[in-house]
């Protein structure tokens, strides 16, 4: 009585870039992995994406410029995650869908489950808000300046707490995110653009701290 064959697949993985919603990350802030159960996708900044083979439509080819932008699209099913979600290579493609197909991830998920999404996920009233308040404040900030080399004055330093503080409040308050988002829209489809935010303004916030503080002290000498 002969044993039946087991087949043991080694997982994939792969470094690169990725755009994930309207964050585009480039090489090498970007790793795959595959295997059977499961399909990931590891973003500097963005986080990881996890999709497990019910949840994938299609891996396809993806060709912006060649060599330079080239790669796969993964075509999902998860309303929680951007809907773009590439992955750059510069080998190009086809090393990344084969690697993928023999590490075993096999896509089985239909067109119809993929959800219509409609415009982007954040409400307008928010984004113009965000807007006026930024420029606002920094324009006040600039012309109270003074000097040849003005110094970013208190105006500026608190339109990047409110954005930092805000970004923070946006990833893991539910009462901000629903102010935020639309109806039936997920942070987890914002959340890398968002997580990029509170830390540019964060260090923004460090480094402007520290020039405000420098300037004060020479003006005192």
């Known amino acids: 009585m002969s044993t039946p064959t087991v087949l043991i697949t080694s997982p994939y993985t792969a470094t690169g870039?990725?755009?994930v919603g309207w964050l585009n990350s480039s090489w090498p802030l970007a790793r795959l992995t595959a295997t059977p159960e499961r399909l990931v996708v590891a973003v500097f900044l963005s986080g990881k994406y996890e999709f497990a083979p019910q949840e994938v439509v299609a891996i396809e080819r993806y060709t912006m410029i060649?060599?330079?932008?080239?790669?796969?699209?993964?075509?999902?099913?998860?309303?929680?995650?951007p809907q773009n979600f590439v992955f750059w290579n510069l080998a190009g493609p086809e090393p990344v869908l084969r690697g993928i197909r023999e590490a075993g991830f096999s896509p089985s998920a239909q067109a119809a489950d993929v959800p219509a999404r409609l415009g982007i996920p954040v409400r307008w009233s928010i984004i113009i808000g965000i807007v006026v308040v930024w420029n606002g404040l920094f324009l006040l900030g600039f012309n109270r300046s003074h000097g040849v080399n003005p110094v970013p004055g208190p105006f500026i330093l608190l339109a990047l707490f409110l954005v930092l503080t805000f970004s923070l409040a946006t990833l893991w308050s539910p009462a901000v995110q629903k102010l935020v988002l639309k109806p039936g829209r997920q942070i987890g489809e914002i959340r890398g653009v968002v997580a990029l935010f509170a830390v540019i303004s964060g260090f923004m916030l460090v480094i402007f701290?520290?020039?405000l503080a420098t300037g004060g002290l020479q003006s005192h000498r």
């Open 66 to 81: 060649p060599i330079l932008g080239w790669g796969v699209r993964i075509v999902h099913s998860r309303s929680d995650y």
């Open 209 to 211: 701290s520290i020039v």
């Open 17 to 19: 870039g990725a755009r």
